[in-house]
């Protein structure tokens, strides 16, 4: 494994985990904490979850890029391509359908015409969810992946050292 190799390997892994710590960290701690704050009315809760999501989407989406690119330059093995693209699909899914119609739906109650209940924001909940075991997961698979192709890459540099001395 080339140097440049490493740090691309390094790259992906980074992208991959701060692109769950951030739906951790803002979709299963924020987004609900929020709520419990004094004087946050719902109509404000709901204003402020869609600047919030909205940002966090837009990073998303370069972090899935920056993955994307990261696997395909390293030619990563199937079972870390799987387990990213259903991330990316997801991501693709919150990102077209989605968070379009959670954003309609959070500027009727704000305009004071809320819809009636469905199950969008559940729906939305669930994929989040899975989004971020499969990036927990495709994490866990690149790191390995790197640490494999690093220690190959160490002992087939040692052993030619040892040759040639």
């Known amino acids: ?18 692109w769950a ?24 809760g709901v204003g402020i979850g869609r600047i919030v999501f909205h940002a966090l989407n837009k990073v998303e989406l370069v972090l899935s ?9 390293l030619g990563v093995p199937s079972r870390i391509w799987t387990t990213l693209l259903v ?10 359908w989605l968070l379009p119609a959670l954003d309609a739906r959070a500027l009727a109650l704000q305009a004071g015409t809320p819809n009636p209940p469905n199950s969008q924001h559940m729906t939305y909940v ?18 390995r992946w790197t640490v494999r192709m690093a220690r190959r890459h160490e002992s087939h540099r040692y052993g030619r050292r040892h040759q040639s001395a």
């Open 126 to 143: 669930v994929l989040e969810a899975s989004k971020l075991l499969c990036l927990l997961t495709t994490g866990v698979l690149a790191f």
């Open 65 to 73: 890029v920056a993955a994307l690119l990261c696997a395909g330059v």
């Open 21 to 44: 710590g951030m739906i951790c960290g803002i979709s299963f701690l924020e987004a609900p904490l929020k709520f419990t704050a004094p004087n946050i009315t719902v109509v404000l």
């Open 87 to 96: 991330a990316v699909v997801i991501l693709t899914a919150q990102t077209l």
């Open 1 to 18: 494994m080339r140097p440049s190799s490493i740090t691309l390997s390094l790259l992906l892994v980074l992208a991959l985990f701060l």
